[in-house]
């Protein structure tokens, strides 16, 4: 108990002492009240709502004896019991504090601290696995016991138990190189205090709670040229050993800002190209992680939105012959074909497709219209050469008629 008794417990002593210097000065009877002052027991605990007894030290007292909370005669709800014991029924936490017992002619008895609370109730008991050597078990108490606790937590490897070493103030427990073989984990975790002790039990498979942080880095960027792709790239997790041994599925999901619905791909790699963004379009995009071989571990938790919207040319969009010659990029080949949206990633039928036609259908209109034109200006130099052909002919007549005969 000697650590559940630390806390402010130097405070109040050196407070009292200071007081009982004082009055004892006053009385000068020094010796007797530094023997007094070294009687005081430190801290009493006691129940919150129960009746609450606290006695005038072990020795023998005089009667009658006078009770002080704070230095003050104003107590809670109580009695004092023929041998001058003091009962605090039903004691609630303004029952806390100094408590002082003096003898008729007011010389000091007797002094203790008192703490009101609970004893432990059962743990609310969570682990985390990030990786295949590490075990994080966390716990919320069921009980609010308002006193320090103190905790003993052993992980049972195979036949032995192995101690999981706490961490007090984030009230988890740490176990590296757990048996990872073992079908069933049981987790025994003891919490202590000044009021009793309380043990629960946890099993569980390391297996089903194996679940990795999320990637880290993740980057979406646009690829020059290509309207409708988005290059997503990440790392593994810190927490997941870099090695061969233990290889990581990812799963990107991404959508247009104002879309329902996500599509997916999966890769074993850390980067994949998105062949079928909304051209225009802001884009979220998401990753998380889950080990491929166990099949029961868990999904990571996904990596937070980001924003990313695909290439646009916002210059003169002139036509670009050898725009496949100057690929920035060749997309992976291992994505897995487990898309959840079957998608035709053929670059042929893109973008670099439609260009062309345009271009066809801008020269085959401009074809067109020349034949258009050049036929028109055929039939009106023929019309031209008749009307001057008829012309003549009037004038010819026009003279003859007017030739004497
Ligand atoms: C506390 O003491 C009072 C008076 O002696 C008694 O009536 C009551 O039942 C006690 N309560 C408990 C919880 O012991
Ligand atoms: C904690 O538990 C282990 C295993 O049950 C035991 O050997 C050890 O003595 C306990 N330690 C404390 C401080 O209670
Ligand atoms: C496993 O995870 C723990 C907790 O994040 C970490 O401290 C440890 O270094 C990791 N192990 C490996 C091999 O990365």
């Not at 071989?293 to 939105?305: F, G, I, K, N, R």
């Not at 050898?322 to 920035?328: N, R, S, T």
């Not at 034949?371 to 001057?388: E, G």
Request: hydrophobic letters at 40%; charged letters at 20%; a neutral charge.
């Amino acid at each position: 108990m000697n650590h559940i008794n630390t806390d402010n417990a130097d405070t109040w002593y050196v407070r009292l002492c200071s007081v009982q210097i004082l009055q004892a000065r006053q009385q000068s009877a020094l010796i007797f009240y530094v023997m007094s002052v070294f009687a005081v027991s430190g801290v009493h605990y006691g129940r919150l709502e129960s009746n609450v007894t606290l006695a005038c030290g072990k020795s023998q007292i005089r009667l009658p004896v006078v009770w002080h909370l704070n230095h003050s005669p104003m107590l809670p709800w109580h009695q004092v019991t023929s041998d001058g014991r003091l009962v605090l029924l039903h004691a609630n936490h303004s029952a806390q504090g100094i408590y002082s017992c003096y003898d008729n002619s007011g010389v000091l008895l007797h002094s203790m601290k008192l703490r009101l609370g609970h004893p432990p109730g059962l743990l609310s008991i969570s682990c985390q696995v990030p990786n295949h050597t590490h075990v994080r078990c966390s716990w919320v108490e069921s009980v609010k016991t308002f006193l320090p606790a103190k905790y003993n937590a052993s992980l049972r490897n195979g036949q032995e138990w192995s101690p999981c070493i706490v961490d007090v103030t984030q009230k988890h427990c740490d176990v590296d190189h757990p048996a990872f073989w073992q079908p069933i984990h049981t987790l025994r975790i003891t919490e202590t205090n000044a009021l009793g002790s309380t043990t629960t039990i946890a099993r569980f498979k390391l297996h089903d709670l194996l679940k990795p942080d999320p990637p880290e880095s993740v980057l979406v960027k646009e690829i020059e040229g290509y309207p409708k792709k988005l290059l997503v790239s990440w790392k593994f997790p810190s927490s997941w050993p870099l090695h061969d041994a233990f290889p990581l599925v990812f799963q990107i999901r991404y959508r247009p800002q104002d879309s329902m619905y996500w599509s997916e791909i999966y890769s074993l790699e850390s980067s994949v190209v998105i062949l079928d963004a909304l051209a225009g379009h802001l884009h979220q995009v998401q990753v998380r992680a889950r080990d491929e071989v166990d099949t029961e571990s868990q999904w990571s938790e996904w990596t937070p939105l980001l924003l990313s919207r695909p290439w646009e040319d916002y210059t003169t969009p002139e036509p670009n012959e050898e725009l496949d010659i100057y690929l920035p990029f060749t997309p992976p080949t291992n994505s897995k074909p487990e898309a959840s949206t079957p998608k035709s990633h053929d670059p042929k039928h893109g973008d670099e497709g439609n260009l062309g036609l345009v271009i066809l259908l801008v020269l085959f209109s401009v074809v067109i219209l020349t034949t258009i034109f050049s036929l028109i200006f055929v039939v009106w130099m023929r019309q031209r050469r008749r009307d001057h052909a008829t012309k003549q002919e009037l004038t010819s007549m026009v003279k003859m008629k007017s030739m004497p005969i």
